[in-house]
């Protein structure tokens, strides 16, 4: 059923995205970009994900695992849970910057609205 | 030193400049300008470990080092690899020590700053210039990927620095939202590369993906593209460039526009010639021909319709990326050497002018042509400088512009694409013509009323303005000189992918030489730039006298500002390119 992760990481990304371009509300433009964020998380553990395989602690393996078949390698890939974690770390930064930015746009255009928020052009 | 030794000093350069940063807070609360020498002195550090290692890395040797002693087994890497080779070193070389002038420039125009901007200031600076020296040393994708973030988050700290400025938050919001979907386009891509074959060292992912990739392989190929050249600002990707220019104070943007940006263009030659390699990769080099020319012409027209100084700049940064991209994409010696000097010629000259635009802000507070002009009077120094980076990129000799780009046209003509070579020149004579026609209005043209209050110049500066401007004549008095001691090097790395690569899992590979050479008194290139420079100046002076062409006008209408309308130009340039190179 790993199909349907890939299928829901593809909707909440395409979501994001349609919010990205559509939405002029700043809040909803860092909305949307935290959507897409996410979705890629989705993306990466189900790509991690292998049929049967336990989590990638290489020792005392979990019930009836033997270490063998740890070390023949029936674990979730755990560079890509690796990627995944420093992607939520970064992710929590950019959209701290990304709100703190908007809150003083707010405080500066009294407008949260892209359309205003405009004075560069051309 | 021993190959091993030089090797093992390879995360110094980076890591200097991260302590810098972490010390730039704390040593502000002894002196407001403690962390700026404190940048300084660690930038000349980083500089001089990359310059011991100049000499065997220049010479064709590749050293590579792996963190924490995790060295390949049996040619599969688990460690993060650094590796330093000649294109990486000589991006790595520029990006310190231009880094460490820009702070002297820093010290004197905003040295009046207090003890915490200075300190956040410095901080910021110097991250993102490990970000860069980080980008050019590393040969792992996942790496590459969290210095290019480094690199991003750093700028939106640099852009939005005046927070009391309300443009500087719309510029710092526009920059968030593109470099935030450019850095999805870059991590989906890499989390493909690693999905299908299990590797994200550049030495591995050569050997697997050069020979014939798969359609998963060029999706991931045109995923990282995207997204690097979105720092790049290549067209469509750039709607975010000119907004954090105008935005930003003299020395950022000469940061941003001088190295930052050529952060995309690196990662891009690493990516597109290295790993992939010319036989994997023959739809990306017409891509990235045809997003080089577009680029190109339209930084150029957008240019030359500015009114505001910084923001004339940052268009003509986008069209001198499209020029270095093009002889990126001719894949032959004498363009990919020519790329990698004008790598070096357009930091140079770019990092000039900006900082002389930033002068003029300095002295006078203006920011708009139209309000400027006369300063050759006023202020010689600063109108000699910016007409050296002017005559630089014109490409006049004996300046740096002339080398680099005979050699990209040479290149062009060589290997048949005229219709290019045609377009590049188009370009140059837009350039000629923006360029001088800020020169003029700003510098040249008579004023009829006083400057109010001028600020004199200051110490910092004119150092930072001789310096770079000395820089600028040497690389362009001594061609062969640089072609062969850092750009025929350099080019040999890019085009030698299978060297580099075998380069970054053993020690003691040596890359082929390459000779490139470059006649400077070849009549046919010498008469180019006569007609080049002449068209450009008539274009100018008519220019001068019309009203805004209606095709312009148009052009202009379509970069309304909306960050909605950037990002649904980056995302129709990412489609464009998986279809191009998936199908």
Redesign the interface.
Known sequence: MILANYLAAACVFSIG?YV?????N?IK?VMG?SL??SS?YL??VS?AYRRGSTAPVLTSPPGTTSMSALARGNVADP??QN?CL??IV?GV??TG??LS??V??AQ??RTLD??E?????? | MSAAGLASLLPLPVAIPIGGAVCAPLAARIDRRAPLVIGVLGLLGSAAVLGAMAPRVLGGEILSHYMGGWVPVGGRALGIAFAADPFGLVYALAAASIGAVLLVSTLSELGELGPRELGGYACLFQLLLAALIGTALTADL?NLF?WF?VA??SS??LT?FF?ER??A??????V??LT??A??AI??G??LL??NHGA?NFAQLHAAVSGHPHTADMVALALLVCGFATKAGLVPFHGWL??AH??APGPVSALFSGLMVSLGVVAIARIALQIYGPSGGRPILGLLMAAGVVSALVGAI?AL??DDLK?LLAYDTISQMGVLVVGLATAVPSGVAGATYHLIDHALYKSLLFLAAGAIVHATGKTKLSEMGGLARHRPGTALAFTAGVVAIAGIPPLNGYPSLGLIHAALTESGQYAVNLAMLAAQVITVAALGRAAYLAFYRRRAEAYEAMVPPRTGMVVAFWTLGATCLAAGVFPNWILDHAAAPAASSLLHGAVYASGVLAAGVHLPALSVAFDYFKVGELLTVAATVLAGVLLAAAYLRIAEPRPIRAL??L??????DY??FA?TGILCAVAVLAL
């Not at chain 1, 990205?20 to 002029?24: A, F, I, Y």
């Not at chain 2, 938050?169 to 526009?174: D, G, P, V």
């Open positions: 995205l990205v371009l559509s939405r002029r700043l433009i970009l897409m964020e890629t993306l990466l790509l560079v890509l990627f420093t992607a970064i930064a950019v910057v990304f930015v908007a003083r746009i500066h255009y892209a359309g928020v405009r004075a560069l052009r051309g | 996942f969290v973030e991003a988050l939106y700290g939005g927070l309300p443009i938050l719309e510029a710092a919001f526009k968030l939202t935030t979907l850095s999805f991590f989906i890499a989390t690693y999905a994200l000119p907004d105008t935005a957008l319709a500015q923001r202009r209408a970069h309304t500002g909306s960050v909605n990002a649904a995302a």
